[in-house]
């Protein structure tokens, strides 16, 4: 009888306390991936935290201001391997950010990507499912050796098989109003190129302390923060000359938009040099504004796209400038972005607040007629 009731009691007390939801820490993973642990520790995932990430931070509390929420229900995609995630995320329930417990400031860690088993595909946005064995690894096809200090599995997981262990999170997030704020297009993926091969590029040194490799995948998740420098491949520009004006044309090689998020604004700079003169021609802006009656608003209360000018998947913009160029001249070209449109900075209050409102270059060119 006491044997049963231990049982019938173990049983409970595991369900309560939802022990798969409980996480290797990050740095259990430092003294042998050493590399891709510091290359982690640079990445937007390791930083997704308000404590953090100065403009999740401000977005967060203008929120909290508005709305009174009481529920970091962010989470989902932010801190995912919270011990309370379930309170974070279920309707009715209080669960705030905890900048004293571990298991938020660890954001989205190496355990918990490397336990995502399948993805659930919902309207609002999808659902991690994570795997029970708190100790097995999925990874893509490594061969041989065991881990000393963990399994893995290889053969079994199609997410990460194919580059898709991404899109739990980052396929798409609709609001109450049915409006989808952000989404990386997940059904145009490019013939050979996925999100993985595209921002998550071998580099070299070896993945591990025990076994050498000569390359291993990024873990520096290049994007609009940092590394952006690693994408500008997918970004062809080219120009056109034409006796009374010339194009610009601005070819986004990638399978989504060339930002994504909206607090995005991208622009392109172009100037021509004569001699010893240069002439700064009007910039062209890309964005994606959101609101509500033809106003911009903020995320949870858009309804609509009051503008869309952000190049699309696998579009070729073309930027006419009315200038009559002459043998000699030289075209500067400056592709790059604010992560926060500097008309927002103000009523965030980011405008002192560096990578909010510096202009970061993603590609130059130079073309001489
Ligand atoms: C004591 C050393 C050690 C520690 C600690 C360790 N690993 Fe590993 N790990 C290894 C070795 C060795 C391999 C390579 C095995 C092989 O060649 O297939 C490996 C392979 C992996 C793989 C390979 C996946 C693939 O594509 O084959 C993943 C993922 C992984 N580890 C994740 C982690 C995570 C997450 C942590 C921390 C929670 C961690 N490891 C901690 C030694 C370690
Ligand atoms: C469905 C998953 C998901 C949820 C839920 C979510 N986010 Fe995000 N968030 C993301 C992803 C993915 C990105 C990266 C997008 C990108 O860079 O294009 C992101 C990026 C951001 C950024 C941009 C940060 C930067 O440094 O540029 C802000 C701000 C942000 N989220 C705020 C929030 C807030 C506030 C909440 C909760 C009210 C929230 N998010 C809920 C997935 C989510
Ligand atoms: C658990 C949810 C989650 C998963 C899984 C996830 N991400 Fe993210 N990712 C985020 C969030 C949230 C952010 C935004 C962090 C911030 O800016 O505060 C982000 C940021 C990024 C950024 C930086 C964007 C920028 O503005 O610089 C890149 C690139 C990225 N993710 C790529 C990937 C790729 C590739 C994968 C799959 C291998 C992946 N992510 C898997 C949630 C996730
Ligand atoms: C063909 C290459 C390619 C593929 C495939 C690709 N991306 Fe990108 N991604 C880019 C380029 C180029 C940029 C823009 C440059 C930058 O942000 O540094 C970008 C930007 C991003 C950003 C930052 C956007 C922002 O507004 O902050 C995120 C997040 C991202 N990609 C996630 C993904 C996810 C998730 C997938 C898979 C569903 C994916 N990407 C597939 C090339 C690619
Ligand atoms: C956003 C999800 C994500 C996070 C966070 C993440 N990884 Fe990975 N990791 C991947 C993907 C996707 C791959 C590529 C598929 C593969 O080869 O296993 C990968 C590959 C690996 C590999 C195999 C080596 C290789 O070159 O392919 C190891 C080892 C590894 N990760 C360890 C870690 C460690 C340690 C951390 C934390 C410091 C970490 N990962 C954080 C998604 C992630």
Same mark, same amino acid.
């Given at each position: 009888?006491?044997?049963?009731?231990?049982?019938?009691?173990?049983?409970?007390?595991?369900?309560?306390?939802?022990?798969?939801?409980?996480?290797?820490?990050?740095?259990?993973?430092?003294?042998?991936?050493?590399?891709?642990?510091?290359?982690?520790?640079?990445?937007?995932?390791?930083?997704?935290?308000?404590?953090?990430?100065?403009?999740?931070?401000?977005?967060?509390?203008?929120?909290?201001?508005?709305?009174?929420?009481?529920?970091?229900?962010?989470?989902?995609?932010?801190?995912?391997?919270?011990?309370?995630?379930?309170?974070?995320?279920?309707?009715?329930?209080?669960?705030?950010?905890?900048?004293?417990?571990?298991?938020?400031?660890?954001?989205?860690?190496?355990?918990?990507?490397?336990?995502?088993?399948?993805?659930?595909?919902?309207?609002?946005?999808?659902?991690?499912?994570?795997?029970?064995?708190?100790?097995?690894?999925?990874?893509?096809?490594?061969?041989?050796?065991?881990?000393?200090?963990?399994?893995?599995?290889?053969?079994?997981?199609?997410?990460?098989?194919?580059?898709?262990?991404? /899109?739990?999170?980052?396929?798409?997030?609709?609001?109450?109003?049915?409006?989808?704020?952000?989404?990386?297009?997940?059904?145009?993926?490019?013939?050979?190129?996925?999100? /993985?091969?595209?921002?998550?590029?071998?580099?070299?040194?070896?993945?591990?302390?025990?076994?050498?490799?000569?390359?291993?995948?990024?873990?520096?998740?290049?994007?609009?923060?940092?590394?952006?420098?690693?994408?500008?491949?997918?970004?062809?520009?080219?120009?056109?000359?034409?006796?009374?004006?010339?194009?610009?044309?601005?070819?986004?090689?990638?399978?989504?938009?060339?930002?994504?998020?909206?607090?995005?604004?991208?622009?392109?700079?172009?100037?021509?040099?004569?001699?010893?003169?240069?002439?700064?021609?009007?910039?062209?802006?890309?964005?994606?504004?959101?609101?509500?009656?033809?106003?911009?608003?903020?995320?949870?209360?858009?309804?609509?796209?009051?503008?869309?000018?952000?190049?699309?998947?696998?579009?070729?913009?073309?930027?006419?400038?009315?200038?009559?160029?002459?043998?000699?001249?030289?075209?500067?070209?400056?592709?790059?972005?604010?992560?926060?449109?500097?008309?927002?900075?103000?009523?965030?209050?980011?405008?002192?607040?560096?990578?909010?409102?510096?202009?970061? /270059?993603?590609?130059?060119?130079?073309?001489?007629?």
């Amino acid at each position: 009888m006491k044997t049963l009731y231990i049982l019938l009691f173990t049983a409970l007390f595991l369900g309560a306390n939802d022990a798969v939801h409980e996480f290797a820490p990050n740095q259990e993973c430092q003294k042998c991936h050493e590399q891709i642990y510091s290359e982690y520790y640079g990445s937007m995932h390791a930083n997704a935290t308000p404590q953090k990430d100065p403009i999740h931070n401000a977005i967060w509390n203008k929120q909290v201001a508005m709305t009174k929420t009481e529920q970091y229900s962010c989470g989902k995609c932010h801190t995912p391997g919270a011990d309370n995630l379930d309170k974070m995320t279920t309707p009715g329930e209080k669960a705030m950010f905890d900048a004293q417990n571990p298991t938020h400031q660890e954001a989205i860690g190496c355990a918990y990507c490397h336990r995502i088993e399948k993805i659930e595909e919902h309207a609002q946005s999808n659902t991690n499912i994570i795997s029970k064995d708190k100790n097995s690894y999925y990874g893509s096809n490594r061969s041989s050796l065991d881990s000393p200090y963990h399994k893995i599995i290889t053969d079994e997981n199609e997410n990460f098989k194919n580059g898709n262990v991404c /899109v739990g999170c980052h396929s798409h997030n609709v609001n109450k109003f049915g409006l989808n704020l952000c989404s990386s297009n997940v059904n145009s993926e490019m013939n050979s190129a996925n999100c /993985v091969s595209c921002h998550m590029p071998q580099v070299e040194g070896s993945f591990s302390s025990i076994i050498e490799t000569k390359t291993h995948s990024f873990h520096g998740f290049a994007g609009a923060h940092f590394h952006s420098e690693m994408l500008s491949k997918y970004v062809n520009i080219s120009i056109l000359r034409n006796i009374d004006h010339f194009i610009v044309n601005v070819d986004n090689q990638s399978s989504h938009a060339l930002l994504l998020h909206p607090a995005r604004l991208a622009l392109l700079k172009i100037s021509v040099t004569r001699g010893e003169e240069t002439t700064e021609l009007e910039k062209e802006v890309f964005v994606r504004v959101i609101g509500k009656e033809g106003k911009p608003s903020m995320p949870w209360m858009a309804e609509e796209v009051i503008k869309d000018t952000m190049i699309q998947a696998n579009e070729k913009r073309a930027v006419r400038r009315d200038f009559k160029l002459q043998e000699g001249d030289r075209v500067d070209v400056v592709l790059g972005w604010f992560l926060v449109n500097p008309k927002a900075l103000e009523s965030l209050g980011l405008k002192d607040e560096k990578t909010a409102k510096e202009f970061k /270059v993603f590609k130059k060119e130079s073309f001489t007629f």
